[in-house]
C-alpha cells in the first residue's frame, strides 16, 4: 500500500472547485423546470384532465421506470438522428433535460401525495369563497402542499446535484468530467477521485443545513 | 330574495334532501333545527356547491342556477354569491387572519390589495381581533379562528351567508364570543340561513326557524310558535330532547 498523496490532492481541490458552478448551475435549472412540470403533472393527477391523464400517467411510467443514464444517451445520443433540429444540442443542454424529466416523473409523485394530504376543508374553503380551480391550487393549496413535500424535493435537489455527474458520460467537462480528465492525466484515481466525493458531500451537507432553515421557515405559519 | 325549488341531493340513491322548497326574504334571518343526518349541513352545502345537488333550481342574489345543468361558471357565480361559516372553521392554514379575510377580496373579487387590507382590518375591529390581525390561525384559539372564519364570510358581503354549525366544534368557553358576533352580524339585517343546536340563541335570533327531518321541511315558522307550541310530533320529539 503506497501513501495518499496529499499536495496533490489539495492541488487538485481549485482545480475542481472551478467546476463547481457548472455542476449546481445544471442542477438549479434542471431542479427549477422540474419543480415546475412536476407540479403540473401533480396537478393534473389530482384532478383527472380527462384525455390527459393517461398520457400523464404514461409519462412518469416511463421516467420513472428507466435508468437516467439511458434516458441521457436517448436524448444525446439517439434522438438527434430521428429529430434532426436536435442535432445541435450540446451535452449541458441535453443533461439538463434528462434531469428535468426523470426527476419531474418523481417529484410529480411526491407533489401528488401532499396535495392530497392538505386538509379537505382548506379546499372547501377557497371553493366556498368563489374561488376557480386554478386560484385555488395556486393560493391555497400548492403553497400548503409544498410545506408537506419541501424535506423530499430537497432530498431529490440532493439527488440531482450527483445526477449531474453523468453528464461526464454525454462529454460535458462538470466536476466529475474535470476529475477524470485530470486522474488519467496523474493516474492518481483513488486520489482524483476521492477528492471529488469529499466536494459533492461537502456540497450535499451544505443543503442539508439549508433544507432545516427552509423547514423552519415554511413551519413558522403553523407553530403555536 | 332568495328561491330554492325542488333542491333534490342524493347519497348513494337515499335521498338526503328531498324537494326541498324555500323562500328566504331580504334581511331575513332563519335557523335550521333538527335532529343530526337529516340534511340540515347537505342543504347549506348544496346551495354553496359544496355538495352538488342532482336537482332543483337556486336563485340568489341574481344568480339562478339549475342543478342539474350547473357548469363551472354558474357554481363559481353562485359561490360568489353566497358566503360559508364552517363547523370546523377550515381558516387558511398558509395565511394570516388579515390575509385570510383579504383573500377573497383581492383573489376573487380583484379590489386593490391596499383597499382590500383596510377593509380586512375593519373586520378584524368589528370582530374583536384588531390585535391578531398577523397571527396565523394555528396561534388563535377556537373561538378566535371562528370569528375570522364570520369575518372572512362577512368581507364577501354576499347576498346570504351560510352558517353551518359554527359553534359545534368550540369549547364552551368560547362559544359566547362567536354567538355574539353572529348577533351583531344580523343586526346589520344580513340575510342568513344557521343551523345551530344553540336553542336560546334561535329562538333570540331567528325571524323563522325551520324544522327538517328525513331530508325536507317538517314544520317552519316563528320561534315563539314553532318552540312553543310545536305541530309535528316529530318536532315536539325533538324539543323534548334538546330541552
Request: glycine share 8%.
Amino acid at each position: 500500500m503506497r501513501a495518499l498523496d496529499l499536495d496533490y490532492m489539495l492541488g487538485l481541490v481549485p482545480v475542481i472547485l472551478g467546476y463547481v458552478p457548472l455542476t449546481l448551475f445544471m442542477a438549479v435549472v434542471a431542479m427549477a423546470c422540474a419543480l415546475v412540470l412536476a407540479s403540473l403533472l401533480a396537478v393534473e393527477r389530482v384532478i383527472r384532465v380527462p384525455g390527459l391523464d393517461w398520457l400523464v400517467v404514461l409519462f412518469i411510467s416511463f421516467f420513472r421506470g428507466t435508468p437516467l443514464l439511458v434516458q441521457l444517451f436517448l436524448f444525446y445520443y439517439g434522438l438527434p438522428q430521428v429529430l434532426s433540429f436536435l442535432t445541435q444540442i450540446n451535452g449541458v443542454t441535453a443533461a439538463i433535460m434528462g434531469l428535468t424529466l426523470h426527476f419531474s416523473a418523481y417529484m410529480a409523485e411526491a407533489i401528488r401525495a401532499a396535495i392530497t394530504g392538505v386538509d379537505r376543508s382548506q379546499w372547501e374553503a377557497a371553493q366556498s369563497i368563489g374561488m376557480t380551480q386554478s386560484q385555488m391550487m395556486r393560493r391555497i393549496v400548492l403553497p400548503q402542499a409544498a410545506r408537506i413535500a419541501a424535506p423530499t424535493l430537497v432530498n431529490y435537489f440532493i439527488d440531482m446535484i450527483k445526477g449531474t455527474s453523468l453528464a461526464f458520460t454525454l462529454g460535458v467537462t462538470e466536476m466529475m468530467g474535470a476529475t477524470q480528465k485530470e486522474a488519467s492525466g496523474s493516474f492518481l484515481y483513488f486520489e482524483a477521485f476521492l477528492v471529488v466525493a469529499i466536494l459533492y458531500w461537502i456540497i450535499v451537507e451544505t443543503l442539508n443545513q439549508g433544507q432545516k432553515r427552509l423547514e423552519t421557515y415554511l413551519n413558522q405559519a403553523y407553530a403555536r | 330574495m332568495i328561491e330554492i325549488r325542488n333542491l333534490t341531493k342524493r347519497f348513494g340513491g337515499t335521498p338526503v334532501l328531498d324537494r326541498i322548497d324555500l323562500d328566504i326574504a331580504d334581511g331575513e334571518r332563519v335557523v335550521v333545527i333538527g335532529p343530526s343526518g337529516t340534511g340540515k349541513s347537505t342543504l347549506l352545502r348544496c346551495l354553496n356547491f359544496l355538495d352538488h345537488p342532482e336537482e332543483g333550481r337556486i336563485t340568489v342574489g341574481g344568480v339562478s342556477v339549475d342543478a342539474a345543468h350547473a357548469s363551472r361558471r354558474d357554481i363559481v357565480a353562485l359561490r360568489r354569491a353566497t358566503s360559508f361559516v364552517f363547523q370546523n372553521y377550515a381558516l387558511f392554514a398558509n395565511k394570516t387572519a388579515k390575509e385570510n379575510i383579504m383573500e377573497a377580496l383581492v383573489t376573487v373579487q380583484k379590489r386593490p390589495r391596499d383597499a382590500a387590507e383596510r377593509r380586512a382590518l375593519e373586520i378584524l375591529g368589528e370582530t374583536g381581533l384588531a390585535d391578531k390581525a398577523d397571527s396565523y390561525p394555528a396561534a388563535l384559539s377556537g373561538g378566535q379562528q371562528q370569528r375570522v372564519g364570520i369575518g372572512r364570510a362577512m368581507a364577501i358581503g354576499a347576498a346570504l351567508m351560510l352558517f353551518d354549525e359554527p359553534t359545534s366544534a368550540l369549547d364552551p368557553e368560547w362559544v359566547g364570543e362567536v354567538l355574539d358576533l353572529m348577533r351583531r352580524v344580523a343586526e346589520q339585517r344580513q340575510t342568513m340561513l344557521i343551523v345551530t343546536h344553540e336553542m336560546h340563541f334561535a329562538r333570540e335570533i331567528a325571524d323563522r326557524i325551520l324544522f327538517m327531518e328525513g331530508g325536507r321541511i317538517v314544520e317552519q315558522g316563528p320561534p315563539e310558535k314553532l318552540l312553543s307550541a310545536p305541530e309535528d310530533e316529530r318536532l315536539q320529539k325533538f324539543l323534548r330532547r334538546v330541552r
